[in-house]
């Protein structure tokens, strides 16, 4: 059957809607018309878009899209994107954006779709507004970069970017910031500058007890830099009050950074967490006070402790360089945690760095080694500690020649080579 036979089957199709036809055959014509038909034919589609069938619509949108005529699609697809039937709303918004159309209906549309149930429409709004370059709906667009579907808030980013200038897009954007709710206020006090955190100042005080724990973590960032009494204050009460792990480990590495010392007590109770503890572990190490180091001695012969926390506390010991510390960590080489060897491996490996004593040198030396004889772990971060320690350089070399593994004999000849 040639071309011409073909519309003309396809027309004959679409021309008969009684309760006796097929809708599966009008949904086929429609398709084929639109993939193969002429500028012409293009008021047969916009007569089946008006089918009583979801599917006959949702095909004429697609028919519509692939035709190429924008005149008939931008009278006929903005209404098919209010249509009762989420499939045809994302055939016709899909073929809008194929043919580039334009003018307030269109953007009216794209725009109520920003708050449709179907997320896949959400994104089909966000790009045909990123097409158009307009907003659509400030309000909406705000709202959707909490939206819960990386692409959708990723893409209502991308429509916002480019009008952070326009005053509509930066008051919505402030309001947010100031009284939003959740993910959205969270992201957008994330992206806003710093500059804007003076203006902000009272609401970021207030969000520090916001229920929703995205909040208070995204105010916390913004507050830890700032030297006020009352913002530190503020940021005390709320470690003292925070229930939230993540939360509480943003803010227990920021004010242990800062070397707020009556953290180390607050610190001290959050090792047992499995997600802060880690965090925990880190705040103590900063602070690096006698009390603080001793805290994190017992995490590491505590085994009720989750196996990050005690991997992050060997990393500190390392860190603070007590004399004790080579002993501490060298027996953690063997411990059943593969995250607590690995803290150990890095905590030696600050020793190394900043300089053993020369009693210490060999049995680090030897014990790095076989720790990277035995494969347990991942090469690189042996590597690492051994780097620059000369002591282990004969016994590196017998491993490159006696090892059955091709990464390990690697490794040890990048050692012996002084290549790491």
């Not at 069938?53 to 095909?59: E, L, N, S, T």
């Not at 997320?119 to 959707?144: E, F, K, S």
Request: hydrophobic share 45%; proline share 5%; net charge neutral.
């Amino acid at each position: 059957m040639g071309t011409r036979q073909q519309i003309a089957y396809f027309l004959r199709e679409l021309a008969y809607s009684g309760p006796h036809t097929d809708p599966a055959r009008r949904a086929a014509a429609a398709k084929g018309l639109g993939r193969i038909g002429r500028p012409e034919h293009a008021g047969a589609l916009a007569g089946a878009a008006a089918d009583p069938v979801p599917a006959v619509r949702a095909a004429a949108a697609l028919g519509l899209g692939r035709l190429g005529v924008p005149e008939v699609g931008g009278t006929v697809l903005p209404r098919l994107m209010r249509d009762t039937d989420p499939w045809v709303r994302r055939r016709a918004s899909v073929a809008a954006i194929r043919l580039k159309l334009t003018g307030p209906t269109v953007t009216q549309a794209f725009a109520d779709l920003l708050d449709d149930p179907d997320h896949h429409l959400r994104i089909n709004a966000l790009d045909g507004l990123y097409a158009l370059g307009v907003a659509g709906d400030v309000a909406a667009l705000v709202r959707l970069l909490g939206d819960p579907e990386g692409a959708v808030w990723g893409r209502a980013l991308r429509v916002l970017y480019p009008l952070r200038g326009d005053p509509v897009v930066r008051a919505e954007v402030i309001r947010t910031a100031r009284e939003g709710e959740g993910a959205a206020r969270a992201q957008v006090l994330e992206i806003l500058p710093r500059d804007c955190t003076e203006r902000l100042l009272d609401s970021l005080l207030t969000g520090l007890r916001d229920p929703s724990p995205e909040v208070r973590y995204a105010v916390a960032r913004r507050l830890l830099d700032q030297e006020r009494h009352s913002v530190q204050d503020a940021l005390a009460e709320a470690l003292r009050t925070e229930r939230d792990p993540e939360v509480a480990g943003l803010l227990l590495r920021g004010l242990g950074w800062r070397g707020e010392r009556w953290v180390t007590d607050l610190a001290a109770r959050w090792l047992g967490d499995p997600r802060a503890g880690r965090w925990a572990a880190g705040a103590l190490g900063d602070l690096g006070t006698g009390t603080a180091v001793a805290h994190l001695r017992r995490a590491l012969a505590d085994r009720e402790l989750p196996a990050l926390t005690r991997g992050a506390a060997a990393v500190e010991v390392g860190r603070a360089g007590r004399w004790d510390a080579v002993w501490l960590l060298l027996p953690l080489l063997d411990d059943p945690g593969a995250e607590v060897r690995a803290g150990a491996v890095d905590g030696l490996g600050a020793l190394v760095r900043d300089g053993l004593r020369f009693w210490e040198r060999r049995p680090v030396a030897d014990a790095l080694t076989a720790h990277l004889a035995s494969g347990r772990d991942g090469t690189w971060n042996t590597c690492r500690a051994l780097d620059g320690l000369d002591e282990a350089l004969p016994a590196l070399r017998r491993l490159a020649e006696e090892t059955d593994s091709a990464e390990i004999r690697a490794a040890a000849l990048r050692l012996a080579k002084g290549e790491t």
